[in-house]
């Protein structure tokens, strides 16, 4: 199994975990959002004893992820010769 492009530097530049800092430099974002992010699971992070652990792996997979494009779905809202469309 390939790694990802998007873990595999991240794995050289952090090594296998990283701070709410260094993932909230990566994505952008306050680190308190990263925090916030991993408790309520939409960042995979473990919490072992009283400290979180958040892995290389897991940002990986939360940045891939977030870059996949949805199907869209587009359609008519008016009639005539100029119809409007809208995603769905």
Excluded: F, H
Aim: glycine residues 6%.
């Amino acid at each position: 199994m390939s790694r990802s492009l998007t873990y595999s530097y991240l794995l050289e530049k952090y090594g296998l975990s990283l701070t709410w800092e260094q993932a909230a430099e990566e994505l952008g974002v306050y680190w308190e959002n990263i925090r916030r992010m991993c408790r309520s699971g939409e960042i995979r992070a473990e919490k072992v004893g009283r400290k979180w652990m958040l892995t290389t792996k897991a940002l990986a997979d939360y940045i891939d992820r977030d870059r996949q494009i949805p199907d869209r779905k587009v359609v008519p809202i008016s009639a005539g010769k100029k119809k409007k469309w809208i995603d769905l």
